[in-house]
């Protein structure tokens, strides 16, 4: 029943660099783990990284060295800072409160020449 706002998608050239936003109620951020996820058409929505409210991250081999997860607490805001994107980083990126049925709207990240 809670909607997380995220912001920052976009198309981009290969090699090119994005970072989305994704804002939640506080009450809910600061106690959580924060995650990302990724969902290509036709395809499962699969978690990308994540980071615990101490600051701790973990990521997914396919984007490790590329994207870094971080969390802003006095803007309830979490981030994805993604760099040296592939075509197949293409998809709709969803932000996502563990343990909870809250998720962001989804936003389209395209890399394409």
């Known amino acids: 029943q809670v909607q997380l706002v995220e912001s920052g998608g976009g198309l981009v050239q290969p090699g090119g660099s994005l970072t989305l936003s994704c804002a939640a109620p506080?009450?809910?951020?600061?106690?959580?783990?924060m995650a990302w996820y990724r969902q290509a058409p036709g395809k499962q929505r699969d978690i990308l990284a994540y980071?615990?409210?101490?600051?701790?991250?973990h990521y997914e081999d396919s984007v490790k060295g590329r994207f870094t997860i971080s969390r802003d607490n006095a803007k309830n805001t979490v981030f994805l800072q993604m760099s040296g994107l592939k075509p197949e980083d293409t998809g709709v990126y969803y932000c996502?409160?563990?343990?909870?049925?809250?998720w962001g709207q989804g936003i389209q990240v395209t890399v394409s020449s």
């Open positions: 996502h409160v563990f343990n909870t049925v809250a």
């Open positions: 506080g009450s809910i951020f600061r106690v959580n783990i």
């Open positions: 980071i615990t409210p101490h600051g701790t991250t």
